[in-house]
């Protein structure tokens, strides 16, 4: 399918010039390059991110604050041939959403997940989330944010995530080729996206375009040591020019929570389980 396919008719309103424009390209070639737009549907949550459902012409269901991942879990086991991709955003993600995005590292439930993460609330006008840098000062931190960000790639990475990756909007091309690698993954896919907020976090742009490096091909992304130290590298904070590696930083082949949950093995409802039910209330007279 030509990446022309998924366009929609859908009046865009994301800011002109926005970030997200370059996730959607990205997004759109990469799918139509591995033609799975007919077996493919898509999870959104709320926030910027959220509007690339109006903007995908594909199976997609439009989610609540931070449930990306239990809709986009629920979606594979009801259909596991199903090719599924979960956006998030990072305060969609890693606030409201964080005791999911650890659980689908643990299970390695077998689904893709794509966050745009522009270290704040952007929809709402500018509130600090778990990845804003320390010192921020935005609609509800006037003062200036004073904890330290969240490192995403590391915390999925001691969760149990088996394809960890981080992308940057504008470098499409080489996003593009990282979504196709992590739809490919058998297991837990997550690509932390840098996506600049040009309205309510544009000072990061060029700090980003300056600093930001690939990951070198000699990286052994199946070395789970060398991928937390290179995770490490930087901090999500912008005190020091400290250089940002994207790229691949670990793949592992792993058993997916599909392939383990016996009920797949065979459909629940063809299971005769001889349930009694005069016996069972009886039990409670």
């Known amino acids: 399918m030509k990446k022309e396919a998924l366009l929609t008719k859908e009046k865009n309103t994301w800011c002109s010039g926005c970030t997200n ?12 390059e591995l033609r799975l737009a007919k077996n493919t549907s898509i999870v959104t949550g709320i926030g910027c991110h959220a509007k690339i459902y109006d903007y995908l012409n594909l199976r997609a269901f439009y989610g609540l604050h931070g449930r990306v991942l239990p809709i986009a879990f629920g979606v594979k086991l009801g259909n596991p041939d199903l090719n599924v991709i979960g956006f998030g955003g990072d305060g969609d993600t890693y606030a409201e959403g964080m005791e999911h995005f650890v659980h689908n590292c643990r299970y390695n439930a077998d689904l893709t997940m794509l966050v745009h993460n522009n270290q704040v609330f952007s929809l709402t006008t500018g509130q600090f989330t778990p990845t804003t840098e320390k010192g921020f000062k935005g609609a509800s931190s006037p003062l200036g944010v004073n904890e330290i960000p969240l490192n995403p790639l590391v915390l999925a990475l001691a969760a149990g995530a088996t394809f960890v990756a981080r992308g940057y ?117």
């Open 169 to 285: 909007a504008l470098e499409t091309s080489h996003l593009k080729e990282l979504i196709k690698q992590a739809i490919s993954h058998k297991g837990f896919a997550f690509i932390d996206i840098l996506q600049p907020c040009i309205m309510y976090h544009k000072h990061s742009i060029p700090f980003l375009n300056r600093n930001v490096y690939k990951i070198s091909q000699s990286h052994k992304k199946e070395h789970f040591g060398q991928a937390m130290e290179k995770a490490r590298e930087w901090d999500y904070s912008y005190e020091k020019d400290s250089k940002v590696p994207i790229g691949v930083f670990y793949q592992s082949d792993r058993s997916s929570f599909q392939t383990q949950w016996t009920q797949l093995k065979r459909p629940w409802h063809e299971i005769d389980r001889k349930i009694n039910l005069s016996n069972i209330v009886g039990e409670f007279k």
């Open 21 to 32: 424009f370059a996730v959607l390209r990205a997004v759109k070639e990469a799918i139509s």
